[in-house]
């Protein structure tokens, strides 16, 4: 029998939904959401009700029967660092969304209200990969002060996704596998997948790794220390200069990728540089993480928006090629990486995770 799944992802600003039967998509939607409707909510946990409201509303409006789901699957937010996995939405994983765990964010509020909609209809409710995955070996949590360990923030959802399908594809076991898993989207990240564990990843969110569209990754310590207490900014500031308004958008005042490669193509050799240090830092990292594999890694998968850029993909496989073959899936089906999640648990392909 088919499993029919929906599928909720929340993010600032939006909520993204989808309805699958097994991994064939229904029909999904992003339902927006003004300033001025968000803005009515002090807290991201109480717009609860309102985004919930929205997406049933708008099922109603597609004629779908929520009665005939079985099973709802969200977005996972900040919780406790965990192993990768599809996980029940128990009490204690849906307290530690609604206090904030690790902080505030939009994707805490994929797993309140897939478990306030399952609930309501009698069926399971779950949440996959978030990013606060957490699988690094002891060794890789040292950062060079105990009071600033490493820690482990990244794209799991589409790197552990997109992991399993090139081991489906090849029909060879995750498990089984050694891959460097390159996420390249308004964030990046390199991650080390040593059989069916991340053993180590540059932290995608506030400093590790190279720079993205938005995000400045390492900085030298010392000129930032400066600027903290330069007294010419605030907290918020220096931080928005590092998650937000750093990488592409610092340099060249775009987050988008296809802006600099319009910029670069029509000989402007600032966006030529910027887009060649972005190239040199993301190798730099792959590098490091055929270290961390010993040299034994089975493939290199290059994912998320920037992989349809054809000329930074072609960089990277000269650049890198020698360490590992290639594979490159384009884009971040988060719906469908969710989807696959929750499937796997419904057929028992998987066992599901106890937070």
């Known amino acids: 029998m088919a499993i029919k799944s929906l599928i909720i992802n929340p993010g600032s600003t939006s909520t993204k939904i ?3 039967e097994d991994e064939t998509l229904l029909f999904e939607e992003t339902l927006r959401h003004s300033t001025e409707e968000i803005g009515q909510y002090a807290t991201i946990i109480d717009q609860k009700d309102f985004r919930k409201n929205i997406i049933l509303d708008f099922l109603k409006e597609k004629d779908f029967d ?26 204690e994983l ?24 399952a609930d309501s209809i009698g069926v399971p409710s779950y949440i996959v990969d978030p990013v606060v995955v957490d699988e690094l070996i002891p060794e890789a949590r040292l950062s060079g002060h105990p009071e600033l360990p490493r820690i482990s923030i990244f794209h799991a959802l589409n790197q552990k996704a997109v992991a399993k399908r090139y081991a489906k594809e090849t029909g060879k076991k995750y498990e089984d596998l050694n891959l460097i898993v390159v996420h390249m989207g308004g964030g990046v990240s390199v991650g080390a997948h040593k059989k069916g564990q991340v053993i180590d990843v540059f ?79 993301m190798v730099k990292d792959m590098g490091s993480m055929a270290c961390v594999l010993d040299g034994k890694i089975d493939q290199i998968i290059v994912t998320g928006g920037i992989a349809y850029d054809k000329y930074v993909v072609s960089k990277l496989l000269e650049k890198a090629g020698w360490i590992a073959p290639f594979t490159v899936y384009p884009g971040e089906d988060e719906l469908l990486a969710l989807a696959q999640g929750g499937l796997r648990v419904m057929t028992g392909e998987e066992a599901a995770k106890q937070y």
Not at 96 to 116: C, F, M
Not at 222 to 249: D, H, Q, R, W
Request: proline residues 3%.
């Open 94 to 117: 849906l307290n530690d969304l609604k206090i904030g765990k690790q902080g505030q964010h939009a994707s805490n509020l994929g797993g309140i209200l897939a478990r306030e909609i």
């Open 66 to 91: 929520v009665k005939t789901l079985n099973v709802v699957v969200g977005r996972g937010g900040l919780l406790k660092p965990i192993p990768g996995g599809t996980y029940a939405v128990t009490d």
């Open 18 to 20: 989808g309805v699958f």
């Open 203 to 281: 932290n995608a969110l506030d400093g590790d790794g190279a720079f993205s569209p938005e995000r400045s990754g390492s900085i030298p310590n010392g000129v930032l220390i400066k600027m903290c207490f330069s007294g010419k900014y605030s907290e918020e500031e220096v931080y928005s200069k590092m998650v937000g308004k750093g990488g592409f958008n610092a340099y060249l005042g775009t987050n988008d990728m296809r802006d600099v490669e319009k910029m670069a193509e029509s000989g402007d050799e600032k966006a030529i540089l910027v887009r060649d240090a972005f190239i040199l830092q």
